[in-house]
């Protein structure tokens, strides 16, 4: 049976090629296989379960029809997303899993997250993150009027726009040796995950033995998804949007 992966699809209305996309990549690729792990950044944003636009409500019920064919759906929050609550994961028929999480595919201990607290060089961005993560800051946050979030989800990504162009690619890329750790920690030779937009499978070394990171692609030009079954190698495949 097949796993699936995908992550940074940022859907927004603005872009309804790459929706138009990922609901045909659904029913040809999704439907009744063992399991799809999208892992962050599937919205461009979200500020709360309760806001229900048509763009969402149509992505849960294309989600729910593919949980309803017997695929087990996973769904990771991401730099983008992090507020996606339990309501929204109840309609679509997905599980939240937090970040990072180890999952055994086919045997073999798998650590999957965003990616985004990977790239610790971002010190500026790092700090940003702790405060978005934090459980009250959060609650305080969805307890404002819905217009006030729309406001504030606008001029936070004004502001994170404005910052990215001044950046260093490097400094937007993980820290190899936060890989390491963060593998070695969880006693794993493989790691999944997104954010950073650049898909690839990286050889590399941890705990003294050979070690693979794989980086799953952003949509924008093309859909980007990751196929993990039994007696293959993982592999990473694309198809123009």
């Known amino acids: ?56 409500n149509r992505v849960a019920d294309a989600l729910r029809e593919v949980s309803d064919s017997g695929t087990a759906l996973y769904l990771m929050h991401g730099n983008r997303d992090f507020l996606i609550g339990e309501d929204f994961g109840n309609r679509c028929g997905a599980e939240l899993l937090p970040d990072p999480t180890v ?10 997250m965003h990616g985004d607290s990977l790239c610790t060089a971002d010190v500026e961005y790092q700090k940003f993150r702790a405060n978005m993560r934090n459980e009250q800051w959060q609650q305080m946050f969805l307890q404002r009027p819905l217009a006030d979030r729309q406001m504030v989800a606008r001029q936070l990504r004004e502001i994170s726009m404005a910052k990215n162009q001044g950046k260093a690619e490097t400094i937007m890329d993980v820290t190899p040796e936060e890989v390491v750790r963060e593998m070695e920690h969880h006693r794993v030779q493989r790691l999944i995950h997104g954010h950073t937009h650049r898909p690839a499978i990286h050889p590399l070394t941890a705990s003294g033995q050979p070690a693979w990171r794989i980086v799953l692609g952003d949509w924008d030009t093309h859909a980007w998804w990751l196929d993990v079954t039994g007696d293959q190698e993982p592999a990473l495949h694309k198809r123009p949007l």
């Open 103 to 112: 999952v055994d595919l086919h045997g073999t201990p798998t650590l999957l």
């Open 1 to 56: 049976m097949t796993i699936r992966f995908i992550s940074d699809l940022h859907l927004e209305e603005s872009r309804p090629d790459i929706t138009d996309a990922f609901l045909a990549f659904l029913k040809d690729k999704a439907m009744g296989i063992e399991a799809l792990y999208i892992l962050g950044d599937f919205f461009e944003a979200w500020i709360g379960d309760d806001e229900q636009t048509p763009l969402q």
